[in-house]
């Protein structure tokens, strides 16, 4: 099993060029990272794990920006977003973003997408919420539009684009893309018919949740080998790596603090055994 972090980067942290070297120096197999454009002060939305919104949502780094810094310090490292608010993006520039990314670092993106909680962040960006779901479908497949090998239209309810020239590409075509979110039946179509897999916040539940995934997936006529399912945020123990690996998963995202490089490194210390255990010399 492959052991990934995410981290919420901001002003006040170690910096992704010092993380990113750590991290592949010790054997980590990918950074992740999260987006907020800003936080607006007067706010409506609950913080979805309760209590006070954390200081480090309204400093966020630029995910695309950190990971460039982070790809240029590093050679196999793998790199992702979670999640990318595509409603809150031009889905022309997000597409070229990407795609710069992904070419840069020699095919290291994971697109890590999601529909995002914060109605006041995303009012701000004209989303309207009851059909933000809709409006991150129609994105992507435009983005995919512009990643196609060839010039390639698309025209929907939310936005178009003409057939262009739009370079780079993606090493592999697309980056692999997975949606981040809580199960439920849209959730579960929604990743069968436009993504690579889902990425369920947390890990929980996953016994019940991924056969009713494999089953919408095959329903979908997708490859059910193709899945993919890496559980994000997890504050890991030896028996819940265990039993993700039961369930056939490959790959797993721990949740590193938020915080100065010392605090960093030392929670990179204490991840350790973790990766002996799941990546024992030979």
Known sequence: MRIATTIFLTDETI???RLAREL???????????????????????YPAGGELPRQYGRTLDPFVALGQAAAVTDGLGLGTGI???????????AKQAATVDHLSGGRLTLGIGYGWNR????????????????????????????????????GEFGSVKPSWAHPKPVRGAP????????????????????????????????????????AWEAAGRVPEELVVVPYAVLPDPGKLGHYAALGIGEVVVQ?????????????????????????EE
């Open 120 to 155: 006041e962040e995303a009012a701000d960006h004209g989303v309207r919420w009851s059909t933000r779901r809709e409006l991150v479908r129609e994105r992507v497949r435009l983005m995919k539009a512009l990643w196609a090998a060839e010039p390639t239209g698309y025209e």
């Open 176 to 215: 692999r893309l997975l949606i981040g979110g809580s199960a439920g039946p849209k959730m579960f179509a929604h990743i069968a018919e436009y993504a690579d897999g889902w990425m369920p916040i947390g890990g929980s539940g996953l016994t019940e949740s991924i056969p009713v995934l494999r089953e």
């Open 84 to 94: 990318t608010l595509v409603a809150q993006h031009d889905p022309i520039d997000l």
């Open 24 to 46: 592949e120096e010790r054997g980590f197999a990918g950074l992740y990272l999260p987006e907020h454009t800003h936080i607006p002060v007067e706010r409506i939305s609950p």
């Open 15 to 17: 910096t992704p060029v």
């Open 256 to 280: 590193l603090p938020s915080a100065d490089e010392p605090t960093v490194l030392k929670s990179l210390d204490a991840l350790t055994p973790f990766l002996n255990a799941v990546n024992p």
